[in-house]
């Protein structure tokens, strides 16, 4: 079993800068996968950023250039630094880990003036 415990979320400016964070714990996969999915009331829950225990990032067309996934294997923790930030960023973010497709509660990120 795997838990996963995001923080940093919170109210930004548009323009602004936000960094969650994902910590995992419990038995982690050798190879995995990790990533940043976001869902705004009403809509369908979207991937936004993913980054392989080696390194290899994958991004959203909406948030390339902007947003940035990295992750410290030794602390087993994602992160997402999110700058330039738009309103439409408003979301409920969650952290996902695969293989066993664990999902952690979420962290409400809200970008508003």
């Known amino acids: 079993q795997v838990q996963l415990v995001e923080s940093g979320g919170g109210l930004a400016q548009p323009g602004g800068s936000l960094r969650i964070s994902c910590a995992a714990s419990?038995?982690?996969?050798?190879?995995?996968?990790m990533g940043w999915y976001r869902q705004a009331p009403g809509k369908q829950r979207e991937m936004v950023a993913l980054?392989?225990?080696?390194?290899?990032?994958n991004y959203a067309d909406s948030v390339k250039g902007r947003f940035t996934i990295s992750r410290d294997n030794a602390k087993n923790t994602v992160y997402l630094q999110m700058n330039s930030l738009k309103s439409e960023d408003t979301a409920v973010y969650y952290c996902?880990?695969?293989?066993?497709?664990?999902w952690g509660q979420g962290t409400q990120v809200t970008v508003s003036s």
């Open positions: 996902k880990l695969v293989p066993g497709g664990y």
């Open positions: 419990g038995s982690m996969p050798m190879i995995n996968l």
């Open positions: 980054i392989s225990n080696g390194g290899s990032t």
